[in-house]
């Protein structure tokens, strides 16, 4: 048993230890963890933003030897919080993780300290997106419901009212009436929307071209994408992604 204990004493921890009291280094404080992780699961957009400001502004954890890798392995750990503060905030965990997977992904893809920083931010917005999705949802029917979440997870196939109320078992005209009373928009507007909105993330991170991505979404062709993109958004999917991702509407 002895022999056991001096196998898993951890000198790197008192090693590293040591570095951080003789430069001063502490950690941000746990309250501000606390702050962000919450504003997120409310939904709270500004509330999160300022707690993000402020822990950023002080002095960064070193997590690796290069500042790129330890950044990376930082935002990692965040994106694990984040997960777990929407999955507690009402979201379906399956829609947490595979939004966390995406982040990693990205994160892992990127190769830039400064571009970094930047996603961060657009990852604690986008969370709090997914959240307020939730919430307005908490205000729909089951039957709006069902149809909602089984949109958001089927938006790269063929999607039309007929497929979508046999899903939820009630007739076409019944579900078409009670989704726009309850979303204020038509069934095909919102898909419609969900996807446009899906599609910013892929213009953003990736290099697939403008046509690859809307046949991926399943529209007709790649003027209508376009169009559709610019009506709500107010550029067209070329200029948002040279803009990074600046929205006019």
Not at 158 to 166: A, E, H, T, V
Not at 173 to 201: A, C, H, W
Request: charged share 25%; with cysteine.
């Amino acid at each position: 048993m002895d022999q056991l204990k001096g196998q898993h004493k951890l000198p790197e921890y008192w090693s590293t230890r040591s570095v951080d009291l003789s430069e001063g280094f502490v950690h941000p404080p746990l309250d501000y963890e606390q702050e962000l992780l919450e504003a997120i699961r409310l939904g709270d957009e500004n509330r999160a933003l300022e707690a993000l400001h402020r822990i950023n502004a002080m002095e960064a954890a070193t997590l690796a030897r290069y500042p790129l890798r330890s950044k990376k392995n930082a935002m990692i750990a965040s994106c694990t919080l984040f997960t777990r503060a929407i999955i507690r905030g009402g979201v379906d965990p399956e829609t947490a993780f595979q939004l966390s997977d995406t982040f990693i992904r990205s994160v892992e893809a990127t190769t830039e300290l400064e571009a970094l920083h930047r996603y961060e931010y657009e990852m604690v917005l986008q969370f709090i997106t997914v959240m307020r999705q939730q919430k307005e949802n908490l205000h729909y029917s089951h039957i709006v419901n069902l149809s909602v979440y089984f949109i958001r997870e089927h938006l790269f196939q063929d999607l039309n009212l007929s497929l979508i109320s046999r899903h939820v078992g009630v007739h076409p005209s019944y579900l078409s009436d009670r989704f726009k009373r309850e979303t204020g928009m038509p069934l095909t507007e919102f898909v419609n929307r969900r996807r446009i909105e899906e599609s910013q993330s892929i213009l953003i991170h990736t290099n697939q071209s403008i046509s690859e991505i809307s046949l991926m979404f399943k529209f007709c062709s790649q003027s209508y994408y376009t169009q559709l993109f610019k009506k709500y958004t107010g550029l067209t999917p070329k200029q948002f992604r040279r803009d990074g991702g600046a929205i006019t509407k």
